[in-house]
């Protein structure tokens, strides 16, 4: 890549954003990566993965967070940048329960900072922003599974709405000021450097340790899981090629292996 400009990786402490912006790095950008390293899980493994980036001349990180819209627009405006990989958020469906407000911050407010900053940002290009599939809800034991096209209008998390309501402001922004965005629906992701409190870690440690598992539905459900590598591709395809127009705010990434 021969561009000077540099692209900003909101999350770039967690499992996504790390391996993100080492491929954008990997091809030549020059990459910020912002994250405010809370303490869902071991800030430990934030901080190994931060290190990772040690030495690295096309790498600064800055702690911020997302929420802050001031300083999140701050930084667009003083870097140039022009092109955004929005991955910070509050994660976790059951935490959601616990912790209700930490979405409303992290999800909701650091989207719409998010947003806002890049509106403002002179020849802003692409918005490229992580919604998950827990916004397409439940389905029936035994059935065919998720498909892309469904709609998305029964949540059955605050983790679920949180992801849906932002892809509505991102619709609602691309309508009123044409600002180009891709969303991505990720399916649970794992892979080296993954999150510790996703089930296979956790059922792959307590197996080693002779404990029993938790396991929801009887044993009887099937989820998809998605390889870090075929995401990050997913990430960076959407990135270098933004909606045509810039007025389609909303798109999904369905690279899904079916597991039982």
Known sequence: MSRSDPVLVTGVAGFVGHATAHHLLARGERVIGIDIVNDYYDPALKAARLAT????ANFRFEKMDIADNTAVAALIKAEGVVRVVHLAAQAGVRYSIENPFAYQHSNLAGHLS???ACRHAPGFEHLVYASSSSVY?????GGAGFTEDEPATSPVSLYAATKRSCELMSQSYATLYALPQTGLRFFTVYGPWGRPDM?????T???MRGEAIEVYGEGKMARDFTYIDDIVEGIVASLDHPPEGGRI??????TAIRSA
């Open 249 to 254: 705010a909303f798109s999904t990434l369905g």
């Open 205 to 207: 440690q307590k197996i």
């Open 137 to 141: 809800g439940d389905k029936p034991m």
């Open 199 to 203: 089930a296979y870690f956790s059922f």
């Open 53 to 56: 980036f040690d030495d690295v």
């Open 114 to 116: 998010v947003m806002e």
